[in-house]
Nanobody, 124 residues
Framework: VQLVESGGGLVQAGGSLRLSCAASGRVVSGYTMGWFRQIPGKEREFVASISWRGDNTYYPDSVKGRFTISRDNDKIALYLQMNSLKPEDTAVYYC??????????????????WGQGTQVTVSS
């Protein structure tokens, strides 16, 4: 499975960005998908996850109400809509895929496949 993120960039606080993740190499439509973020010197942090059918989504309190995860299984794509961005959202964002059925997966170790990451920078 190959995952490639896009859509990162520089945005002012309060602005929005939409990240995309394209999957190839194996059918991931049956996989749980997730987004994580990481800043230098810190562990990878859970941002969102979505069930294989897209009917269940999970978020930590830090992004709930501001971020929305979605997927398009026909296009084999994953998205993260980020609104009301804050400087503390600045990080490298990664998409990930897991063969585990339970979609409430918040640990990086639960995901087998990762993209290369895309930088999101929010200026104050």
């Amino acid at each position: 499975v190959q995952l490639v993120e896009s859509g990162g960039g520089l945005v002012q606080a309060g602005g929005s960005l939409r990240l995309s993740c394209a999957a190839s190499g194996r059918v991931v439509s049956g996989y749980t998908m997730g987004w994580f973020r990481q800043i230098p010197g810190k562990e990878r942090e859970f941002v969102a996850s979505i069930s294989w059918r897209g009917d269940n989504t999970y978020y930590p309190d830090s992004v709930k109400g501001r971020f929305t995860i979605s997927r398009d299984n026909d296009k084999i794509a994953l998205y993260l809509q980020m609104n009301s961005l804050k400087p503390e959202d600045t990080a490298v964002y990664y998409c990930a895929a897991s063969r585990l059925y339970d979609a409430d997966l918040r640990a990086a170790s639960q995901y087998e496949y990762w993209g290369q990451g895309t930088q999101v920078t929010v200026s104050s």
